[in-house]
Nanobody, 115 residues
Framework: QVQLVESGGGLVQAGGSLRLSCAASGSILRFNTMGWYRQAPGKQRELAAGITSGGNTNYGDSVKGRFTISRNNAENTVYLHMNSLKPEDTAVYYC?????????WGQGTQVTVSS
């Protein structure tokens, strides 16, 4: 059984920074994509950033240039460094790990950006 444990959410003022962490425990196939999705109240869940096991990254348009995703393959951990945060970044952020035959989600961590 795979579990994703997220940490690092919280309240921050606009312009500030936060770092989210997600540690995956259990058996995960070596080749996978790890990422962060977010869901604001009344909106659909959207991709914030993703990174493959080979290090290729992709970002949602609204976070490009402000967020950076990274991962530690040896520890099955993914990070999301969020800079220049805006009130519209307020959402529940979910960690995701997926591959050809699996798709796991974390429980979500709240990020609130005050103006």
């Amino acid at each position: 059984q795979v579990q994703l444990v997220e940490s690092g959410g919280g309240l921050v003022q606009a312009g500030g920074s936060l770092r989210l962490s997600c540690a995956a425990s259990g058996s995960i196939l070596r080749f996978n994509t790890m990422g962060w999705y977010r869901q604001a109240p009344g909106k659909q869940r959207e991709l914030a950033a993703g990174i493959t096991s080979g290090g290729n990254t992709n970002y949602g348009d609204s976070v490009k240039g402000r967020f950076t995703i990274s991962r530690n393959n040896a520890e099955n951990t993914v990070y999301l460094h969020m800079n220049s945060l805006k009130p519209e970044d307020t959402a529940v952020y979910y960690c995701n790990v997926n591959g050809r035959s699996f798709d796991y989600w974390g429980q979500g961590t709240q990020v609130t950006v005050s103006s």
